[in-house]
């Protein structure tokens, strides 16, 4: 039987999608299908790699990869998961225009073992000036 995505990581995905920008519509068609095929949890996050159709039509490489941590936005989804002083991040990971990988870290917590209540939402994203 495939698993299903977890209430966080379905929020954190829908929320990262949500950009009206060219590939995005192609991204949302892909995770109306998307399964599980395997989670990896790391201690201090996860992996979750994902299965979509492979009739759904592809983002053209201008979207970017990965889609999140300050990649090629001012603005990221972050999470506050109870448990968790410090919150977490997240990473999604495209293969040839399909979602393959979503990534989940803390920035200073062990991630708990269960994660029952999180608020996901879009936070700024603090840059490091290049020296």
């Known amino acids: 039987m495939t698993e299903r995505l977890?209430?966080?990581?379905r929020?954190?995905?829908?929320?990262?999608?949500s950009r009206e920008e060219d590939?995005?519509?192609a991204l949302r068609e892909q995770l109306t299908t998307a399964e599980v095929i395997a989670r990896r949890m790391t201690g201090a996050g996860f992996f979750t790699d994902l299965g979509v159709s492979q009739d759904a039509p592809r983002a053209p490489s201008s979207v970017g990869n990965p889609l999140g941590h300050g990649k090629a936005h001012e603005q990221d989804v972050f999470a506050d998961i109870e448990g968790m002083e410090h919150g977490a991040g997240f990473?999604?990971?495209l293969e040839d225009g399909q979602?393959?990988?979503?990534?989940g870290f803390?920035?200073?917590d062990a991630w708990p073992e269960e994660v029952t209540a999180f608020d996901v939402r879009w936070e700024k994203v603090n840059r490091v000036a290049d020296s």
């Open 6 to 9: 977890s209430a966080l990581e």
């Open 11 to 17: 929020a954190v995905l829908d929320l990262l999608l």
């Open 23 to 25: 590939g995005y519509e």
């Open 91 to 93: 990473v999604l990971w």
């Open 99 to 103: 979602i393959s990988t979503l990534e």
């Open 106 to 108: 803390s920035y200073a």
